[in-house]
Each structure stands twice: as C-alpha cells, then as structure tokens.
C-alpha cells in the first residue's frame, strides 16, 4: 500500500482542538483549521484536494508514542465529527457486505429446518449484493443492506471506553473501515477519507430476530486514531487483525479482510445507495458511515467481559484503534415522559 496522508485529531485542555499529521513517530500540527471537517471545508471552497491546503505550523512536533500510549494534556479525538454540532453528523452503515460476514448473520437468524429448505432474508440480500453489489461505472447497482447507529455523540476516539448500557444484551466488537463525509454547499458528498473502525453492537439482541437489528445497532462506536486520506480500497483489499485482551491477556484473535475485493458491493455503490436520499445531502452535515465487518468474537461464542480491551487494525490505516468495554450494571430506571 502507498504513503497516505494521515491526519489525528486531538485535544487539548489550553489549545484546544487540534488537526496533525502522521509523521511516525512523530505528529506533526497544522495551522489553522482546528478540525478535519474545518480543513475538508477549506478544500472544497478552494476545489482542491486536502493535501493541497496543508498549512505546517512551527510549533515543535508531537512525540505520538506518548499521546498514543499514555494519558496526558493532549488526547485523540474521534478520526472524523462535526467539531460543533455533533448531531449534524449521521452514523450509520451496511451490512451483509462481506463474505464472512453474511455467513455469519445467517447462522444467527437462520433455524435448522430454515437453513435447509430456503435461504433466509439475509441470505437474499446478499445473494442480491453478490449479482448486483458491482455495477458498471455510471450505472445503480443492487440495494445494500443499510442501518442507523446515531448521531455524532456516540462515537468516541482512541482508548475512549465503548459503553454496554444498562439495558443491553450484550456488547461486541465489530472491526471494520469507515467511510468519513462532508456535504458540500451544492449538495454533493465528498469522501474525505477513510478509517478504521470499531462498530460495536449487541449481537445477542440482534440474535433474537430480525426486528431486534436496529435497536441493537444503536450503541457507542470508535473510529481511528487516524483518518486516512486517499485510502487504497477500491480495488484493493486490505488485511487486519482483531485482538480481544483480558486483564493482559490474549482471549481471542482473527484475521481481518476487507477492501473491494473482498466485499459484494463496490464503494461507489454503497455510498450511491446511502447519499441518493435528499435528506444525507444537507450543506455541512458530516457523515460517518460503516462499510461492513468480516469477522467478529461474537461468532465464535466469544461473550466480553467488563474492561476487556478491544484491538483493531488494518495494514495501511495507521496505528490501532483500541478501547475498553465499559458495561453499566446500574438498575433500570422507567424514563417516563411529561405531557405539556
């Protein structure tokens, strides 16, 4: 895979948000937008690529092995948010995208007799992706599957714990790339990069049936540390690796695949079916947007613990994203509501 560009967002408890680049080991600020979403902006104004209107500042760089590792002034945002109205960014996704991952969910939903006599729903619609997912340059190809996490207040960065809520079933991992969006003043998307990512979802519920998938789908999500401008991913694939660590201790391990040629759908028809509704087009809205998993622990039975540590990278995409599993064991409380 080619040099990227790959650009860390952080905070700071004086100079607040900042933008840098990765320049291993070290990271590198900009000067003066203080957000990714501010410096997408800058180039769509400008119509030229984000790289073009990189500015360095003449501070002294940042040693990334201590923001990375270690808890000081400075911490890693989220890859990609809007920087001052969190609800204006749209999380949401695709599943059935992946080969692994269609297997899987068909296992979850499918009965034995079911498995046997008839495809189950998703089975169909992956059959739908692998004949239609890759249409011809131009043209609309099949209809993917597409669900909603939330807005911009669920995800969180880099060792930021994801939260089980007191009512969940369960809480997993779910390693995959994100697709990170800012809509433009005449209403078209531009992709401004890619990252990885940390889904994160209750596949017990999900598990019950195909009705308990939305509701299990709104969880806390991660994406990052970095945001990778000019991904190689069409085309392409890309290997990673999940790692799930137990007080220090390695519990379950996979190989990760993803990348066009591993997917039934190609980008352009996942972002195709995901902006053609007038309502993801809105000028400044940023989109964050989950491009499918390969393998998850939840498939091998593997069940998360409180403070388990959740380890995701893919070859190219920078460092890990890792975060603990933070489950609130607090007694429902009814949330009743007024009447005015």
Excluded at 16 to 34: C, F, H, Y
Excluded at 203 to 227: C, D, F, N
Aim: proline residues 6%; hydrophobic residues 40%.
């Amino acid at each position: 895979m080619a040099q990227m560009l790959r650009l860390v967002q952080l905070s700071h408890p004086v100079q607040g948000r900042r933008v840098a680049v990765v320049q291993e080991p070290q990271l590198r600020l900009i000067d003066g937008p203080r957000s990714v979403h501010e410096l997408a902006q800058q180039a769509i104004k400008s119509d030229l690529r984000i790289a073009d209107v990189l500015h360095w500042t003449t501070e002294a760089p940042l040693s990334y092995d201590e923001i990375y590792d270690r808890p000081g002034p400075w911490t890693i945002l989220p890859a990609f948010d809007h920087p001052t109205e969190p609800a204006r960014c749209l999380v949401a996704g695709t599943g059935l995208t992946h080969n692994a991952s269609a297997a899987s969910r068909d296992a979850m939903h499918a009965s034995t007799t079911a498995q046997h006599e008839t495809l189950s729903d998703s089975m169909k619609m992956y059959r739908a992706g692998l004949e239609g997912g890759r249409p011809k340059p131009g043209e609309i190809g099949a209809m993917p599957e597409w669900f909603y996490k939330g807005n911009g207040t669920i995800l969180r960065g880099h060792r930021e714990p994801l939260d089980s809520p007191n009512f969940a079933d369960d809480g997993g991992e779910e390693a995959e790339i994100a697709g990170c969006y800012l809509i433009g003043a005449d209403g078209t998307p531009y992709r401004v990069g890619l990252a990885q990512a940390n889904e994160f979802s209750d596949h017990v519920m999900e598990a019950k049936g195909y009705l308990h998938l939305a509701p299990s789908k709104l969880r806390t999500a991660s994406i990052g540390p970095e945001l990778v401008v000019d991904a190689d991913f069409c085309d392409h694939e890309v290997r990673g690796e999940t790692v799930i660590r137990r007080r220090g201790e390695t519990v379950w391990r996979a190989k990760l695949a993803s990348g066009e040629r591993w997917m039934c759908h190609s980008l352009a028809n996942l972002e195709h079916h995901h902006f053609k509704h007038a309502a993801h087009r809105r000028l400044g809205d940023a989109h964050v947007h989950f491009l499918g998993a390969d393998a998850f622990s939840f498939r091998d039975q593997v069940r998360l613990e409180d403070g388990d540590e959740m380890s995701i990278s893919f070859t190219g995409f920078g460092r890990p994203l890792v975060n603990p599993l933070r489950i609130d064991r607090t007694p429902q409380m009814l949330v009743a509501v007024k009447v005015l």
